[in-house]
Every structure is written in C-alpha cells, then in structure tokens.
C-alpha cells in the first residue's frame, strides 16, 4: 500500500529539514537566507508531491493530515507565487511534524506496509 520509498522521501526530507532549520534562531534568519529558504522550499515541494501520489487507501487511513494544507503549499511553490512566507512557516512548524508523526504512527500500526516489496 505505502511503497516504502515514498516513506523514506518523508523521512530524508524532514530529517534534512530539521538539520537546514537546527542553526536558525528566528522565522526572519530563515526568510532573510535565500539559499537556505530555496533548500527549504525544495524539501517542503518534495515532501507535497509525494503525499500528493500516496494510495488512496492510505490517504483514507491518514484522515488527520492538513491535505489542504499541503496542498496550498505545493500549489504556491510550484508557481513560485509570492507572498507565500506565511505558508511555508506554516509548513515547517506544523505540516511537517504532524505529517512526519502521522507516518509514524501508521508505521507502527501497519509495519507490513512499510516492508520491502510490499
């Protein structure tokens, strides 16, 4: 049900999220590093689109996940529309955290989800 590649793309982006994110004291050092926001911005865009192709059965066993939210998330960063520092914010003190939980959650109620081939 959960290619276990798309669970590991959840995993290595957070996880490079929160090592990008450890050094920064403020919401404004993050928005003032150009480099260190399009790092960022490119985990959080990876993270959307692969939530957005999980299975729909499994999307249904996720009821809890902000899918508007992601959803918004990606839609801006894939258009580069501004003003969106709200959104990603937003993204990296909430979306990624409870989605990361979330994971782990279903992981361990469903580890045979999580094994390889299935």
């Known amino acids: 049900m959960l290619p276990r590649i798309q669970f590991e793309?959840?995993?290595?982006?957070?996880?490079a999220l929160r090592a990008l994110l450890a050094p920064m004291e403020s919401e404004q050092e993050l928005f003032a590093s150009a480099n260190t926001l399009a790092r960022?911005?490119?985990h959080l865009l990876e993270m959307a689109q692969t939530l957005e192709h999980l299975p729909e059965p499994l999307r249904l066993r996720l009821v809890k996940l902000d899918w508007h939210g992601w959803a918004r998330l990606q839609q801006l960063l894939e258009h580069h529309a501004q003003p969106r520092q709200e959104e990603v914010w937003y993204g990296l003190r909430a979306l990624v955290p409870a989605t990361l939980e979330l994971m782990a959650q279903l992981r361990r109620q469903e580890p045979v989800w999580f094994e390889p081939g299935f």
């Open 9 to 15: 793309i959840l995993q290595s982006r957070g996880q």
């Open 40 to 42: 960022v911005e490119a």
